[in-house]
């Protein structure tokens, strides 16, 4: 970067006025006073120069979002530094990646040579100089008084942030040259160079290197190794080019330079460049050819001895070894482990040298003490640095190398390849050399220890046996220098480095001291002289103690035979010691040792025993001792007064880990009511509660208590489950009296938790400190283990919550006399401090930690996800998380940075445990999902809530008044919305798609969910759609992306699929319903085209010039390039096969039972499908096995566990199989949707009606192949039912519609109507108009869709009725389509003659017709037998559906197959014979408040089928034949009539209900019954006499109703259409002729009351000639008016049919009475009085006057035939008339003024016309001109009929 500039600094002065260009940005840009100013601070507080400045504050306030709370020169200070850190990073990511001896990085060859010659040249330009100039200049302390003095840092936070910059670029640089160093070594000059730099350097206030530092002097060691040539034999020849050994002038100078003896500022760190050079030299001069450098190879043994005298073992072991990142570096341990192993192994004789002055000294301080003089000072301790750094380099493993390894060589080959040393594979292959010598250094140094190394000694054993394979071969070494064959070179007790010595020592010393024991009653005993251990002895044992530690805590076989070896005895004896009066810190070891040893958990539960037995914490207190003994005292007067606790802290170690090695129940029986609870009682009052008022000497041993005892409580409240035993008292008998015997340490916990207990409160006070302190972004001491106790914490409320409403219902049931509060009510409460209640403030306040504390976040957004879902809390939380401004940003910030952390992974079904760093990974993605699922669960809450908050919706104002925006815009902060659409955005520009989908599906799957659950509520609904439609164009750029189909995780990306579905379907619809055509078609466009898209430009300018091509992609373009249309590979991607676990095999336990149990452990997730709790199967199978008693049941036990991983296997796969099932369903019901939506909602003219077709058969065959395919899932069926519903409803009307156009284009000279009867669809040209077929996708399309639809029928079964209503449903709307539309009756047809209309040629409805009959036909009785049972029997809308369905094909069945099989196979004689079933629920309908309406319904769909084969003559004498009508005859429902009310009650005047009023019901129920009679009437001609036989039994057995409706003054159209059809009954039945032809015998009486019947029938049928003729008829129009507005036209049509009828009927029953009774005179009866006298009252001037009722035993008189003649006529015009003008306006539909297609629409649409399109106008005006020019039709032939 250029530095400060006058020109520039000119230029920016005058940007206020003149502007200046901003490089990336189009034109000049004016900058504000303010910003010229901080830019010029910039400038030189930087020396960059001022347009940079510029760039960096612009930038600064474009990132501000990203950075709560900063200003702009903040963010730009941080973005400076952190475009440093980048470079210096790259820098050394591209060093790295050189071609070098020490690693590869797996890359390709070119790119390495690329980088490394690149990095050569920087190399040559003066690169280290570079390096180690800027790291010296880069200095924390001068930036930050820099940046203080300009005002530069900020918060805590922004202050941290700069300082962990600017280190971090220091360390990159450094780093850069140490991995230089480690892939080729530095020229002579740098080399000098580093050493120049290194001899100014300084330590640290502890004594050790800072990083820098030591990865500069790693380079430097790194410059002289030359181990890597005796290791690599196969690129030999490269390695022989190092300068070391080949460049004589370079190994002068570096000689030269380390001779000389002008001192370092580190004497310690000069030391250990020569050593390294020693070794170097050493190695030279080991290779062979190398003789030219023989002056300097000599000097080896000199530089070495130099070395040592300035301590260099002291100072790798203080400052290097202890430097904090010496061990995050691997390649820094194997340097220091090369250079330390190089010193024992080439320089044997050194070493010998070091021991013997050892030795020498050891002698003289060892005669001084027996002479009495002072030790001779000062004494070397070179042997002793040696040993300690030994143990402080392998103390530490965290890459788990085992380099120590190489100091066990095995005396003899050991059997197991587990416990190999790293070297030996084969068992008698030779050890090479180094490990040969590096494991006599190890025994020899053990040989004749001299005192004053025995403690070193011991810690250079416990250094090199960390590790499991070392620890073995250390305790065989301690074995074997025991044993007997080792007495001869020690003496008699054998080496004092062995089991035998260290156990016998403690023996004796426990013997000793047990004797000094005084009595229990001397209370001073505490103050004795300790004279039992010295100083010395005492450090000594700590020694072996942590030795025996280190062995026992790594190898589970030393323990094991320590414990059970009968001299050593090892846990009595610690037992007993602890029982002595010895100093804490040594009880703290002892303890620390059992610790190791009670990882096994048999040796825990006998450890357990001995801790209960000799009372090291006092849980049984005898009458007769007056002091307390045991750890408590100790705790309380020993530790507390020394301020120091090791005791405690070692106590709760080892009850930590005995507590997960083996859980007793029964502890401590016998004296005592057994259990835990007074070690739970003394962690709790004495140790947790206290912890924080006593005093401390090291203030980070204060956390290290709470640490310890914390993880204990964390650990025993995981393993505790609530079991009802728990939840009674339960009593003991002990010695001789009743106790309630201890609750498990979990309930008690649990009880402590859910109550303001002070446990509680001291958790809750404990978070707020902790995030208090991590606020401060300061070090402090015991900072680590602060977060681990403030984890436990948080972990502690989590498993709170987990098990409290388990423990809360327990509980409940129980009789226990306990109060508990659920945590969430106490997490509320008032916080004692801040008298506030900001509990979960400071809970949630550990989000914003999420970066450096993963583990806390993770905790407390699992706390706030389990407590957001408990009701009323959201109103709270919302309050709480915004009462204070500041608190409130940075719980947002919190919230935000974890949803944006970059380095998250989804981490699925890790294999093998993870590495810390992995896990970390993994943490921070749940954080992520605890989140996501937080907002999920609060969007469900109603508003206000949580997630509107963080979403960044108003909460205090009504949601959708919101305003989104991007951050940053009008003040608007970065919301968790913001980061969300983050997520799914990376990646969604290139081609693979969302980057989140492929690499953390699960969380994906969330986002797209939450972002789902805004677009449907409809509070935040418009606001997202508006936002997401504009800023970012969202729905577009991800549907593009669809299908994501990855195998691995398959779940995930169904469900990521099918909540992006369904908001697009949303999206679709609303964007519809605002007309905002050009969003819509864009997203159809995408969805449907089969022409390859080319990609939308970003900003969606691609909508204009597409307007005009419609979506009809298919005509235009030669089919080859065609592409699958999205909406169909989206399907595609669903498999509709489902791989089924194999059933269970099992040996051991019953099949039956292991399901009951597996059914026992399903619970329902929230948001899924119902599971098996996998944990909860494993413990009922574990108690079971641990049930079992006896040695059979012993001898089984591996087995058994091996048969419950089987179980727990499969109950996995099972799982798996659910969940992949349920979201193939949510996936598939998605899908539906979107595609409803697209053929529903959107507008029609988007897409072509052609289109639309070949879109709909292409969904409709893919769906029943994926469906009909052999391996597919039954459970997908009912959705894909649904589809294919939908779908054939939306075929046929789209069909139709076409067919309706075809019909309705004039073709000139032709009248249009006889072309459309005649059927013939020539057009006059004689083209072949119509010859693709029925519609545009062609006849064969429709045949194969039908056979599919039917082939799904049958692969349903005899089960899923359901499925099969839709497909019955689906087969309706599919023969539909070739059903005649609706023809007006032009009364044209009458002008053809017979002949031609029989021979028209066949037309294309008829044709499909009979080719749909003959493909159902094909499939035979199976299809028939399938919907005759579902019309007989099941759910009533199966019912109803087959019985429509039946109707349909029995009406086009020319070949009468089905009418045959019907009756023949007995279904239609059970449909007739459960009308009697039918009777009884149809009577419970007819009460004033009727149950559900199921029963009409399903018994008007029999009347309709019933009626429909009736009309079939054949079929109206299979009915008479099933006795339907005797049937009907037997119901009683049709004599319960409801009295009709004038007044209207329930009728007319009442606003319309849902519920028809009880005389509609009625109706219901009698029409179709009179309807089937008058049907069979005229179907049955052979049978005639007989069918009207039984209708008069019909009539007769409910002559009572019949009189009723005959009398009925009621004027509407309902009693009208009743009196019509009765009329028509009587006037076919109740002939006089009809008695003698019955067959039945009937005596006198009977024929009398018969023909009584009849008789009144006939007079009340004259009577209704009065009422319906005349003038009468205005009156009843006149009432009817009243109706609704939209009603009445259609009403006022429907009973002026009705009464035209009524008088048709009774003049078509007087004929036949005249013609029945003309041939024999004497049995004419009179019809009419002969007066013409009512006729001429009625031409009256008194038309409104009310005509007086005339009785109906009067007989009318001949007048009302004149007046009805005339009449009839009169009607017949004015119908004609109205019938020509109705036929015109059809014909020009699109011709009619707008008022006129109104009011034709709201005839039909009682409301809503203002609402649809004009399109749909006209079509809605047509049918309703279609009704009325038949209905004139209609009314024009009655008026023939009756004239």
């Not at 957001?868 to 709270?876: F, G, H, T």
Request: proline share 5%; glycine share 4%; with cysteine.
């Amino acid at each position: 970067m250029q530095p400060k500039n006058a020109q520039q600094h000119e230029k920016i002065q005058k940007a206020s006025t003149e502007g200046v260009a901003i490089q990336g940005q189009q034109g000049t840009r004016l900058l504000p006073e303010q910003l010229i100013r901080e830019a010029f601070i910039l400038s030189n507080l930087f020396d960059i120069g001022e347009l940079a400045a510029v760039e960096l504050l612009l930038a600064g306030e474009h990132q501000q979002p990203y950075f709560p709370g900063l200003t702009r020169g903040l963010v730009a200070v941080l973005l400076y530094w952190d475009g440093k850190r980048c470079i210096a990073n790259s820098l050394r990511t591209l060093i790295q990646s050189r071609r070098g001896k020490t690693w590869t990085l797996e890359l390709s060859p070119e790119l390495v040579s690329i980088t490394t010659h690149f990095t050569d040249e920087l190399m040559e330009q003066g690169l280290t100089h570079k390096i180690l100039t800027l790291v010296s200049q880069i200095d924390l302390n001068t930036e930050f008084e820099k940046l203080q003095r300009e005002r530069g840092l900020g918060s805590e936070k922004h202050r941290k942030e700069v300082a962990d910059l600017i280190k971090e670029c220091r360390l990159s640089l450094a780093e850069s040259l140490f991995v230089w160093t480690c892939q080729s070594p530095l020229s002579r000059d740098d080399t000098l160079i580093l050493i120049t730099y290194l001899e100014k350097v300084t330590v640290e206030a502890d004594g050790s290197l800072d990083n820098v530092n030591l990865a500069l002097l790693m380079a430097l060691l790194y410059c002289f190794d030359v181990g890597c040539v005796e290791q690599g034999a196969e690129d030999r020849e490269e390695l022989m080019q190092l300068p070391l050994l080949t460049d004589r002038q370079y190994i002068a100078a570096v000689h030269t330079r380390l001779q000389e003896s002008q001192p370092w500022k580190l004497p310690g760190l000069q030391a250990t460049v020569r050593l390294a050079w020693a070794l170097a030299l050493r190695g030279i001069s080991q290779l062979s050819d190398v003789t030219a450098f023989a002056e300097f190879t000599e000097a080896d043994e000199a530089m070495a001895e130099l070395a040592i005298a300035d301590n260099v073992f002291l100072f790798l072991t203080e400052s290097v070894m202890r430097a904090e990142n010496f061990y995050q570096e691997e390649f820094y341990i194997r340097r220091i482990h090369d250079l330390i192993t190089g010193f024992l192994a080439v320089m044997p004789m050194k070493v010998k040298q070091l021991r013997n002055r050892a030795d020498e000294d050891a002698r003289m301080i060892h005669m001084s003490i027996q002479m009495g003089n002072e030790p001779p000072l000062p004494l070397r301790r070179d042997l002793e640095h040696l040993m300690l750094s030994i143990a402080e380099l392998y103390k530490k493993d965290p890459f788990n190398l085992e380099l120590a390894l190489e100091y066990w060589c095995p005396s003899e080959p050991l059997q197991s390849s587990a416990i190999m040393g790293s070297y030996i594979g084969i068992t008698h292959q030779r050890p090479p050399q180094r490990q040969v010598v590096l494991s006599k250094f190890v025994r020899q140094m053990g040989d004749l220890l001299p005192s004053t190394i025995y403690i070193p000694y011991l810690k250079m054993l416990q250094g090199l046996a960390s590790g499991p394979q070392c620890a073995h071969y250390c305790f065989t070494l301690l074995k074997v220098n025991g044993s007997s064959h080792a007495e001869n070179i020690q003496g008699a007790g054998g080496s004092p480095v062995s089991w035998e010595h260290f156990f016998h020592s403690l023996m004796l010393y426990h013997e000793h001291l047990r004797k000094d024991l005084p009595s229990a009653d001397s209370i001073q005993y505490r103050h004795l002289p300790l004279r039992g251990i010295t100083q010395k002895e005492q450090d000594g044992l700590i020694a072996f103690l942590e030795l025996t530690s280190t062995i026992v805590k790594w190898s589970e076989n030393a323990r094991l035979a320590l414990c059970e070896h009968p001299q050593w005895t090892p846990v009595v004896v610690i037992l007993g010691l602890l029982q002595c009066s010895i100093p804490p810190i040594l009880k703290a070891k002892l303890l620390d040792t059992l610790t190791s040893f009670g990882k096994s958990p048999e040796i825990a539960a006998s450890l357990w025993q001995s801790l209960e037995y000799t009372q090291v914490l006092q849980t049984v207190r005898v009458p007769s001792q007056r002091q307390a003994i045991g750890i408590e005292v100790e705790l309380n007067e020993i530790e507390s007064r020394c301020e120091e606790y090791p005791l405690t802290i070692a106590f709760c170690r080892l009850i930590s880990t005995l507590v997960e090695s083996s859980f007793p129940s029964n502890l401590g029986a016998g004296l005592r009511p057994p259990g835990f609870d007074p070690y739970l009682q003394f962690l709790r009052d004495s140790v947790f509660l206290r912890f924080r008022t006593r005093a401390y000497r090291r203030a980070a041993e204060k956390w290290e208590v709470a640490e310890a005892v914390l993880e204990v409580f964390y650990k025993l409240l995981r393993d505790y489950e609530p079991q009802l035993e728990d939840f009674v008292d339960q009593y003991l008998e002990l010695q001789g009296e009743e106790v309630i015997a201890y609750k498990p340490p979990g309930f008690n916990l649990m009880y402590h938790l859910l109550n303001e207990s002070p446990m509680l409160e001291l958790c809750l006070s404990l978070l707020e400190e902790g995030v208090k302190q991590l606020d401060t972004y300061a070090p402090f001491p015991g900072k680590k283990h602060l977060e681990k106790s403030v984890q436990y914490c948080l972990g502690l409320l989590n498993l709170a919550l987990q098990k409290e409403n388990v423990f809360m219902n327990y509980l409940r049931e129980s009789h226990l006399s306990l109060i508990v509060a659920s945590l969430e009510q106490l997490l509320q409460g008032i916080n004692p401090r801040t008298k506030k209640a900001d509990h979960v403030v400071n809970i949630a306040r550990y989000l914003y930690h999420g970066t450096t504390n993963p583990e806390l976040a993770f905790e407390s957004s699992k706390i706030l996800c389990c407590i957001s879902c408990s009701a009323n809390i959201q109103v709270k939380l919302i309050g709480d998380f915004t009462q204070d401004q500041s608190i409130s940003q940075k719980l947002m910030a919190g919230f935000v940075e974890c949803l944006d952390s970059e380095t998250a992974e989804e981490i699925i079904n890790p294999v093998e445990e993870l590495e810390p760093e992995r896990k970390r990974v993994q943490i921070y993605h749940e954080t992520r999902i605890n989140i996501l699922n937080l907002l999920i669960t609060s969007l469900e809450c109603s508003p206000p809530n949580l997630a509107l908050y963080l979403l960044g919706y108003e909460f205090k104002k009504p949601v959708s008044t919101t305003n989104l925006q991007d951050a940053g815009v009008l003040g608007c902060p970065r919301t968790c919305l913001h980061a969300i659409l983050n997520i799914l955005e990376k990646g969604s520009k290139t081609r693979s798609g969302p980057t989140a989908v492929q690499e953390s599906p699960h969380l994906a799957e969330l986002c797209y969910q939450v972002i789902y659950q805004l677009c449907a509520c409809s509070d935040t609904s418009g606001p997202t759609m508006r936002y997401l439609r504009t800023s970012q164009d969202f729905l577009f750029s991800q549907l593009q992306h669809l299908p994501f189909s990855i195998k691995e995780h398959e779940i995930p990306a169904l469900n990521q699929m099918s909540w992006l579905m369904k908001t697009a379907s949303i999206e679709l619809r609303v964007t519809s319903l605002n007309r905002q055509r050009s969003h819509t078609h864009r997203l159809l466009h995408l969805l449907l085209d089969d022409m390859p898209v080319r990609h939308y430009l970003a900003e969606g300018e691609g909508g204009t010039e597409d307007e005009s091509r419609s979506v009809t992609g298919f005509l235009h373009f030669d089919t080859a390039s065609k592409v699958r249309r999205k909406i169909l590979s989206i399907l595609d991607s669903i498999d509709f096969s489902q791989e089924i676990p194999e059933p269970l095999q099992l040996d051991f336990f019953d099949r039956a039972q292991i399901e009951q149990v597996i059914a026992n452990c399903e619970n329902k997730s929230a948001r899924g499908p119902v599971i098996c709790n996998v944990k909860h199967v494993h413990k009922v199978l574990i108690a079971e096995v641990n049930a079992l008693q006896g040695m059979a049941a012993l001898g089984q036990r591996p087995l058994l566990m091996e048969e419950i991983n089987t179980i727990l296997q499969y109950v996995v796969e099972r799982n798996k199989l659910l969940q992949c099932l349920f979201a193939k369903r949510h996936a598939l019901e998605s899908w539906r949707q979107l595609v409803e939506i697209i053929l529903t909602a959107c507008p029609q003219d988007l897409i072509q009606p052609e289109e639309r077709q070949l879109i709909i058969r292409d969904l409709l065959q893919d769906v029943h192949d994926k469906i009909l395919d052999d391996d597919a899932a039954q459970e997908l069926m009912p959705v894909v039912a649904g589809a294919v519903f939908t779908l054939t409803a939306h075929l046929s009307q789209s069909v139709r519609t076409e067919q309706k156009q075809l019909l309705a284009e004039p073709i000139p000279g032709h009248s249009q109507f006889v072309l459309m009867l005649d059927g013939s669809f020539t057009s006059p040209l004689g083209s072949e108009g119509m010859a693709v077929g029925f519609a545009s996708i062609g006849d064969s399309s429709l045949h194969i869709i039908l056979k599919k639809i039917l082939d799904f029928i049958l692969k349903t079964g005899g089960g899923f009725q359901r499925v099969r209503t839709h497909l019955y449903g689906s087969l309706l709307y599919y023969l539909q389509i070739a059903q005649r539309p609706d023809e007006p009756d032009t009364l044209e047809a009458a002008k053809k003659t017979m002949w031609e209309r029989l021979t028209a040629p066949e037309d294309a409805f008829s044709k499909l017709q009979r080719e749909n009959m003959a493909i159902i036909e094909s499939y035979g009785s199976a299809l028939m037998e399938v919907v005759c049972r579902d019309a007989c029997d099941g759910h009533e809308i199966g019912r109803m559906l087959a019985l429509a369905l039946l109707d349909r094909i029995v009406s086009v069945d020319k070949q009468q197959q089905w009418l045959v099989y019907l009756s023949n196979s007995g279904y239609l004689k059970v449909l007739v014979d459960s009308l009697a079933d039918d009777d009884l629920k149809l009577q419970s309908l007819l009460t004033p408040q009727p149950p559900l309406l199921k029963a009409l319904y399903t018994y008007e769909s029999k009347m309709a089928f019933l009626t429909k084969v009736a009309k079939i003559q054949q079929g109206a004498l299979e009915l008479l034949r099933s006795g339907v009508i005797v049937r009907l005859a037997q119901c009683r429902v049709y004599d319960m009539r409801p009295e009709t009310d004038q007044q209207g009650i329930f009728g007319i005047r009442e606003s319309p209900v849902f519920y028809p009023a009880p005389v509609e019901r009625y109706r219901q129920i009698l029409l179709p019954a009179l309807q089937l009679c008058q049907v069979i009437l005229t179907s049955s001609v052979t049978q005639h006499v007989q069918a009207a036989g039984q209708v008069l039994q019909f009539l007769i057995s409910h002559s009572d109703t019949i009189q009723a409706v005959l009398r009925c003054q009621e004027v509407s159209a309902g009693s009208f259409q009743e009196l019509a059809l009765l009329t028509g009954i009587i006037s076919k039945a109740a002939l006089p002729g009809v008695l003698d032809d019955l067959d039945i015998d009937i005596n006198e009486g009977m024929q009398i009351e018969l023909q009584g019947h009849i008789g009144r029938f006939q007079r009340q049928c004259l009577g209704l000639l009065t009422r319906f003729s005349g003038s009468d008829r205005l009156r009843q129009f006149k009432l009817q008016d009243d109706h609704a507005e939209g009603d009445r036209v259609n009403k006022r049509d429907e009973m002026e049919l009705a009464m035209q009828q009524i008088c048709a009927n009774v003049m078509q029953y007087c004929q036949s009475l005249m013609v029945k009774n003309a041939p024999a005179f004497e049995h004419t009866i009179c019809l009419f009085t002969p007066s013409l006298s009512e006729s001429i009252n009625r031409d009256g001037p008194r038309q409104d006057t009310q005509a007086p009722a005339i009785q109906y035993w009067r007989l009318p008189g001949l007048g009302i035939i004149v007046y009805l003649l005339k009449q009839s006529a009169n009607d017949f015009f004015s119908y004609y008339d109205s019938h020509r003008q109705s036929v015109s306006k059809l014909q020009n539909v699109e011709q009619l003024p707008p008022d006129e297609i109104k009011e034709l629409c709201q005839s039909v649409l009682l409301a809503g016309v203002d609402k649809i399109s004009t399109a749909q106008k006209y079509i809605v005006a047509r049918r309703r001109l279609v009704k009325l020019i038949n209905n004139r039709a209609k009314l024009l032939s009655l008026c023939c009929c009756i004239l």
